[in-house]
């Protein structure tokens, strides 16, 4: 069985730390049990990072801001990839991700559903604080929003992802909130398809459970 993921998308990169192999083994057995084929992609890890960088976060203080930076860097390099390997459309996961048990199905309906124009389509994600989605299908939603650990990308939006992201600035949820989501077509689909499964976060360094994402997942 081939995931009709895998029709779309030209690779799947699933985000893993080297030292989070119980993620990738939980993470693999979870697409599988989809027929979803996917290439594991090194994190880069924040614990590991020297050297100057310019990111600043109130929510993030001292060392807790490298996680952000490594997860910043890691979005940066899969795009990197996909450029230069000239993919039309790529989806990148994180390795803490639950699917829909229909996942196929659902997503099946998604792509049928989703205007034709979309740049970056959100498998799931949360907009607290931000204006509510508006709805422009069945169960389809115009939007901005945060999370980066199911989304569809498409070629023409790689280069504004790495021009935007460059400096490193601001957390890689907040770049594309504020520099890359208003330039682009940006949808999901509600009911989400994936949430993220309650864990230790290394980003965060602190157990989390998010939700306000499994709320819209039903």
């Known amino acids: 069985m081939i995931s009709p993921l895998n029709k779309v998308a030209k690779e799947v ?12 083994a939980t993470m693999s057995n979870e697409l599988n049990l989809h027929g979803i084929s996917s290439t594991r992609w090194s994190a880069v890890d924040g614990k590991t ?19 952000a930076v490594g997860a910043l860097r890691s979005h940066r390099s899969i795009v990197e ?9 790529i989806c990148v996961m994180e390795d803490d ?7 196929n199905d659902r997503f099946t309906t998604l792509i049928k559903s989703a205007p034709s124009n979309w740049d970056l389509l959100y498998l799931g994600c949360h907009w607290h604080g931000l204006p509510q989605p508006v709805a422009v299908g069945r169960n389809i939603f115009k939007l901005k929003c945060f999370g980066m650990f199911g989304v569809l990308i498409k070629k023409r939006a790689y280069s504004l992802i790495l021009s ?4 490193e600035s601001m957390p890689v949820d907040d770049c594309f909130v504020k520099r890359i989501q208003p330039r682009l077509n940006v949808y999901t689909t509600i009911p989400f398809l994936v949430k993220v ?5 290394d980003i965060a360094g602190q157990f989390a459970e998010y939700s306000i994402i499994s709320k819209n997942f039903y």
């Open 13 to 24: 990169y699933v985000i893993n730390l080297d030292r989070r192999a119980d993620r990738w």
């Open 49 to 67: 990072i020297q050297g100057p960088h310019h990111m600043k976060h109130p929510d993030m203080p001292g060392e807790k801001i490298k996680g």
């Open 81 to 89: 990839d996909a450029q230069r390997k000239g993919h039309d459309t």
């Open 97 to 103: 991700l639950i699917l829909q048990p229909n996942f």
């Open 164 to 167: 935007s992201t460059a400096d």
């Open 197 to 201: 499964r309650p864990d230790y976060s």
